[in-house]
T-cell receptor, first 113, second 115 residues
Framework: GESVGLHLPTLSVQEGDNSIINCAYS??????FIWYKQESGKGPQFIID?????DKRQGQRVTVLLNKTVKHLSLQIAATQPGDSAVYFC????????????FGDGTTLTVKP | EPEVTQTPSHQVTQMGQEVILRCVPI?????FYWYRQILGQKVEFLVS????????KSEIFDDQFSVERPDGSNFTLKIRSTKLEDSAMYFC?????????????FGQGTRLTVV
């Protein structure tokens, strides 16, 4: 069956492959989204953000896609490296309070050398 | 590189006891936050703090919780009478502006275990 777009709790990829991590958000009023990376024993770390008036934003080796029609976000990591192994989760913000985020379920990415 | 630091890294306390979790935000930051993450669950927003007062709090942040910035460097979360369900990782974060696209910096967390 088709798995594109589904949130997976774990993802295992080979070093050098591209990774796609998905997130479904719940609030139609959310207009700002952030992807975080959380390594073991550390707090969340900002990766990339996107406003709702955009459908794609690129960073260094990472791209975020936003589909507001189906309330879906994805994070694409190009040429995945062992240092990318971590838990990734999205967060949505609906109001002006920058810190009042609703966080999604995490995906544990494991990169095999 | 400046960072948010939290102490202790792990706190074990008996049910009913008071705990204070401490955070030192990045020095020029003005907006402060606490989050918690119960093991295996999502990160949850607890409270935001600016200009020496709470700007917003979640439903989780009930009367048992309080926050304080007792001096120019520390930001604390107090749980007055801990319950078993308060066991979680607690993260502090800070940012230098309230603008949403300003990056928030998180501490490494305090693992609170209530027994």
């Amino acid at each position: 069956g088709e798995s594109v777009g589904l949130h997976l709790p774990t993802l295992s990829v080979q070093e050098g492959d591209n990774s796609i991590i998905n997130c479904a958000y719940s609030n139609s009023a959310s207009d700002y989204f952030i992807w975080y990376k959380q390594e073991s024993g550390k707090g969340p770390q900002f990766i990339i953000d996107i406003r709702s008036n955009m459908d794609k934003r690129q960073g260094q080796r990472v791209t975020v896609l936003l589909n507001k029609t189906v309330k879906h976000l994805s994070l694409q990591i190009a040429a995945t490296q062992p240092g990318d192994s971590a838990v990734y989760f999205c967060a949505e913000i609906a109001g002006t309070n920058a810190g009042k985020s609703t966080f999604g379920d995490g995906t544990t990415l494991t990169v095999k050398p | 590189e400046p960072e948010v630091t939290q102490t202790p890294s792990h706190q074990v306390t008996q049910m009913g006891q008071e705990v204070i979790l401490r955070c030192v935000p990045i020095s020029n930051h003005l907006y402060f936050y606490w989050y918690r993450q119960i093991l295996g669950q999502k990160v949850e927003f607890l409270v935001s703090f600016y200009n020496n007062e709470i700007s917003e709090k979640s439903e989780i942040f009930d009367d048992q919780f309080s926050v304080e910035r007792p001096d120019g460097s520390n930001f604390t979360l107090k749980i007055r009478s801990t319950k078993l369900e308060d066991s979680a990782m607690y993260f502090c974060a800070s940012r230098n502006t309230g603008v949403r696209n300003t990056e928030a910096f998180f501490g490494q967390g305090t693992r609170l275990t209530v027994v």
